[in-house]
């Protein structure tokens, strides 16, 4: 876990248990989330989001958990999700933000 200048509150999770369809290679809308590869990662910012069916409780759980954890250490944070798997490349992991905070993100960085 970590927090960066960004005001991002960051948690990795590399673990075989992170679902397997949550890896898109695009950027991606799905249950209240926004979703795209690292490698892609500008997307965030400026990309138009395709809407995607997808939803798990242990993606949303830990995306709870750490929101908890922003919301009494540094509120004015954004919780900021990054899944990976075991063995596959770094730049394939997904990034995740809620919806919500996108504007946020935007006027730091812009």
Request: glycine share 6%; charged share 25%; aromatic share 10%.
């Amino acid at each position: 876990m970590t927090i960066n200048e960004l005001q991002l509150v960051v948690d990795v999770k590399s673990r075989k248990e992170v679902p397997k369809g949550i890896y898109f290679d695009h950027l991606v809308e799905l249950d209240g989330f926004l979703a795209v590869p690292l490698c892609q990662l500008g997307e965030v910012l400026y990309g138009d989001p395709v809407p995607a069916e997808f939803r798990s409780k242990i993606v949303r759980d830990y995306y709870s958990h750490m929101d908890g954890w922003r919301l009494a250490n540094f509120p004015e944070g954004i919780t900021t999700l990054v899944l990976h798997r075991p063995k596959m490349p770094i730049g394939s992991s997904m990034f995740i933000i809620s919806i919500k905070d996108r504007s946020k993100l935007c006027q730091i960085i812009c």
